[in-house]
Every structure is written in C-alpha cells, then in structure tokens.
C-alpha cells in the first residue's frame, strides 16, 4: 500500500522508546493502546492515516501530527517515539516546512520561518539566558530586541515583519521565547522520590500548629457612626474602613486570634495586638445582641484545649506590608511569641491561602449582609454589587456589638463541620490529634501574653543640676519623672533600658539591664490620667502640630480633650470620625474616663535585689 510518509521496518520501530503501560493512569492506557496500534499501522506503511484514525477512534488532525513529531529527534538524541501516543498533548506541534525566506506579514509561524531565514538572530535567542519571569520583562530583553531591529533594519527588511509592526515584535519575541522554555524545560525525572526537606518548614510540615497564616482584610462593609455633638443631638458619618486580622492555624483550619480595627490601615501594634489575643485564654463574653448565642462547643483553641492551651505554631506566615516588618513587632514576637516568622510576597494570596479563603467564606457567608455590605468591583471601571437590603445609614454601626457578633461568628466557625476535615470541626480535629513531638506549648501564656504587648527601647536620661531640673526621660513627646530619679545626677547624659507596655503609656519601668529594673516612671500632665496607647498618642500630637484648633496645653486630661475635638470636627472631618470610631472602640463603645492623677501612689515593680521574708506573718 502506497504511504504519502516514510515507511519503517517493523524492527526499527519496536526499538523507539515506548512509555511502560504500568507508569499510565488505568483510565488512558486502552486509549494509548490504540494511539500506538494506529501510529504503527500508518508508518509500516499498512494503513493511511484517514483510515487508521478512523479504525482506531483518534482525530485525523491529531494522529497526522503524530506521524510527523514520532520521527524526529527529542532533546535527548532519541526519536520522540510512542511518547507522542501518551494522551493529552505531550505531542508537540511541529515546525512549519518552507523555504527560507523572510515573512512579510505576521501570523502563525511567523516568527520561527524569520528565524530559520536569518540564523545569526536565531543564535542571540539561543544564547539568550536571562530569566523572564511574569509581568514586565528585564532590560537584558530589551536590550536583545534592540539588537535584532538593528540588524533587520541594516540589512533593508523594513518593510517586512517584524519591522511592519507597531511595536516591532517585541511581545511576538517575547512570548516566542518564553513558550519554547516551556516546551524544551527539563522535567526530569518523574520517578524520582521527592528531594528531603531541607528547611525546618519542610520537616514539621502536615502536623497540627506547624503553620499558621496571619493576615489583615479589608471588610467589605460601608459602615455609618452615629455621632453625639458637644452641642446636643447626633450626626451620622460614614467610617472609612474596618479591617479584620486573623491568625488561623493552617493544618486544623481554626481561628486562635482576631481582632477588629478601623481607620484607613492598621500598624504593628495592632498585629501585636491580634497576636495577643491567641495567647491569652478565650472566655465567652457577655452577649447584648438578643437572639446572639454561642453554639455548643464553639471557642477558640486558647480556651477549648484544656491543659494544651497553650499551642503554639512554630511558623508564622505572613506578607511584607509596612507593619509587618517592624522592628517593634519583631523584638516583641522574638522575645515573647517565639517560632519562625516566614514573609511571603504581598498581593499573592496564594503563598497564604488558608487565611485568605477564611476571609472570602467570611465575608460570602455573614459580612456581606450586615447593613452596607457590598461586594467590590472584580475589573476596571465596575461598580461594586450591593449585597444588603438594609441600608447603612438607617443602622447606625456600635462597634463594640460588631465585635460580640464577630466573636460569636469566629468562635461558632471553630465548632462547625469542615468538609476538609472529613466533616470534623477545627477544634475537634485538635482534640483528636493531641500534642506530637517537639510540640511547642510554653507554660507562660498569660506572661507572654503581656510580653507581646510592650518594647524594651534605650532611653537618654536628661537633667540639669545647676538650672535644678531633676532627672527624667523622654518618651513620644513626653516627659516621664519618678521620686526615685531625684537627686541621681550621676545618671544625666547615661542611656538606660525601658520596659513600655504599648497600650498604657501613663507609666513605664526603667531599667538597669535587660532583666534588673531601677525604678518606675510616671507621664507628666495631662498625660497621667487616662489610659492610651501609642496609636492615640501619635494621632494627638499629629492634630496639635498640625495647628487646626488643637492644643493640648493647659488641659487636664490630653485623651479627654482629643475626644471632645474629634466630635466637634466629626461632621467636616472623615480623619476625625475614623479616629473616634476607634476611640469609642477601644474604650468598649463608651468615652473614655479619667482618673485623678497618683503620682505619689506605689507601683508594681518587679525586684531588683535581695528578697526577704522576716517580717511576714506566718499563719
């Protein structure tokens, strides 16, 4: 019979590389059966390949290009052979006969016949070996481009392609080179046993607190705050944001932290704060929502685990925003926390993708119907999708009963069947499981728990002795004085260590070294009566040198007076209405009140020398 292809022997064809049938899936291998009896029949010259596809159920299209491709020589010097009879397209598509002339229009193959045409530009590809990874390509591309349209337009070739194009080629070359990098890769070796860990992430990977994922997400909520002017009445504003982190533990799928804030972004201590939260045992609160009820089971693992309370993951992953990496959270995770902190890239929701799909069946499952809950546009130029049929501005927020609601939610999320738990919820999948080997469980949660929220900082005493001005430090733009500084002259000009506890700034303790304290040290007016923390405190010296109305001199309380101004700027201010949602936030939906100051009052300090028992009684 007649073959419009080469015919082969029999013998020479049985000595082709051909794919072993137990190496195949049990769904292909009858399919490969015929690709191989269909490839033979056409090349030993018995069949055509019209008849031969048709006799063995293939696509005409597909077995003609299997007769071209099986001949040729693969990348390791052996015909391609049956593995082109593999299925799903481990064919490739092969090169377009012709002469060797330049094309003048573009189309397919259009690039591969200039190449074949002009062998010295195929040359400069090949010896291309620069990295082009997605998105904008490296200079060293730019620069080979350069190169080629120079040589096309020394040699006359303007007016055919690439040179016709409005951008010369440049994404045809750039996309040439990256598909034949994908179609000449070397995949090695399939059979081989995966490479052994060789980071500690590889080693604990697949058993329960190795990993948990960390993340801030933006609630898709247009939330509206009532708020009460000096004058009397009430004027409602709409709240810039509300931003929930989240630490979920990657194996179990559960919640071990949270927490709500609001404002355009959060910073460190806010994540400090989230990290906080998973350290200290979880307690139901005291609901005031009606009708707002904890499911049976349903906490978080700081309060659900019993004596293991106090897992911890050994990694901690996260992206590389601003307030991740600073050094304040990092010296504080470092000496409190403990374990690895991994930073992935930003905008990849795929390196983290646990906490990242918990944020999208959060907001599909309960935040999209809260009053204002919208969902964002997904393209350029849409509008956003409104969800809720209530609308903001009739339900007014209260964030501390958005809270009680969030508790409930993530704390119910934790005691729900999981379908990637085979129907387990998170917290039942770690009782079941139980501590494993090397399972870090520090016994001092509740003191880590403190830890993670203050900062050791080196501190300058300043004083004079001859204008009288005592010893003392400074700290945020205030000064911080003790009895126990005064007359220490010898300590002018030193540098002295400083225990702060960020979120309570009216006192902090000096310290001799990293663990002997020397005395503590209280804030000066007006900062010594209400509690803050450095949030508030940088936001109020920003509004006092910023010289809008605002000054904190003279006053008795500096938090008091910030809260007052903040209403009064309210209905002009969208700064001053995101700065007092947090304000009414932090102080559990009430303003804050101060005390009077107690300077003179005994502090906590923890001891610095002998400690004696002699005049205790002993009952």
């Known amino acids: 019979m007649r073959s419009l292809y080469t015919c082969y022997p029999t013998e020479e064809l049985d000595a082709w590389y051909k794919p072993k049938e137990s190496d195949l899936a049990e769904s292909i291998r009858s399919r490969f059966k015929e690709a191989c009896a269909a490839l033979t029949a056409v090349l030993t010259g018995d069949m055509g390949i019209t008849r031969a596809a048709d006799a063995h159920g293939l696509c005409h299209k597909r077995l003609r290009a299997m007769v071209k491709r099986a001949p040729q020589l693969a990348h390791d010097g052996q015909p391609y052979g049956f593995r082109v009879c593999v299925p799903w397209g481990t064919y490739q598509r092969g090169e377009q006969e012709g002469d060797a002339e330049m094309p003048r229009l573009a189309g397919p193959h259009a690039m591969s016949q200039l190449l074949s045409a002009r062998p010295e530009i195929a040359f400069w590809i090949d010896e291309f070996g620069q990295p082009l990874p997605p998105g904008r390509p490296p200079k060293a591309f730019d620069r080979l481009h ?111 932290g949270w927490i709500l804030r609001v404002g355009r972004a959060y910073n460190n201590l806010d994540l400090a704060s989230c990290i906080t939260k ?211 002259w010898e300590l002018v000009g030193k540098t002295v260590l400083a225990r702060i506890y960020r979120h309570d700034l009216r006192s902090f303790v000096l310290m001799r070294t990293a663990t002997t304290p020397l005395c503590a040290v209280r804030a000066a007016a007006p900062w010594n009566r209400t509690a803050h923390d450095e949030t508030t405190r940088a936001m109020i010296m920003q509004w006092s040198k910023l010289r809008t109305g605002f000054s904190i001199t003279g006053v008795d309380c500096a938090i008091a007076a910030y809260v007052a101004f903040l209403r009064a700027l309210a209905p002009t201010s969208q700064q001053a209405v995101d700065q007092l949602a947090r304000m009414e936030q932090v102080h559990n939906g009430a303003p804050p009140s101060s005390r009077p100051p107690v300077i003179n009052a005994p502090m906590k300090v923890p001891p610095g020398g002998w400690i004696s028992l002699d005049d205790e009684n002993d009952f």
């Open 146 to 256: 350069a190169k080629i349209v120079a040589e096309l337009k020394r040699l006359e070739l303007r007016d055919f392609y690439p040179l016709n194009q409005a951008d010369q080629g440049r994404r045809a070359l750039l996309r040439f080179i990256r598909q034949r990098r994908i179609d000449h890769a070397d995949i090695g070796n399939l059979d081989t046993a995966d490479a052994p860990p060789s980071t500690l992430s590889g080693i604990f990977r697949g058993s329960p607190f190795a990993r948990t994922e960390i993340d801030g997400h933006r609630i898709d909520i247009e939330a509206v705050l009532g708020v009460a002017l000096p004058n009397g009445g009430s004027v409602k504003r709409q709240i810039t944001s509300l931003w929930l982190l989240v630490e979920i533990e990657v194996e179990s799928r559960a919640i071990v």
């Open 278 to 488: 998973s350290l200290q045992p979880w307690k139901r609160r005291e609901l005031t929502i009606p009708g707002l009820e904890y499911a049976p089971g349903a906490g978080l693992p700081s309060g659900s685990l019993g004596a293991h309370s106090s897992w911890r993951s050994r990694l901690l992953a996260l992206d590389n925003a601003k307030a991740h990496s600073a050094l304040d959270f990092e010296q504080a995770f470092c000496r409190a926390r403990g374990g690895m902190l991994f930073y992935g890239r930003a905008h990849e929701p795929r390196s983290r993708p646990i906490v990242e799909q918990f944020f999208s069946r959060l907001e599909r499952g309960a935040l999209r119907d809260v009053p204002g809950g919208f969902e964002p546009a997904k393209r350029l130029g849409e509008n956003k999708i409104r969800i809720s049929n209530f609308a903001p501005n009739d339900y007014p927020i209260q964030l501390h009963a958005f809270e009680e609601l969030l508790d409930v939610i993530i704390a119910n999320y934790n005691a729900t069947p999981h379908p990637a738990l085979g129907d387990l919820s998170p917290l039942q999948y770690l009782q079941m499981q139980g501590p494993k080997a090397f399972a870090f469980m520090p016994d001092k949660a509740e003191e880590d728990a403190s830890d993670m929220s203050s900062v050791l900082v080196p501190l300058t005493v300043h004083g004079n002795r001859n204008e009288g001005v005592m010893p003392h430090v400074n700290y945020m733009y205030v000064r911080y004085r003790s009895p126990d500084l005064d007359n220490k």
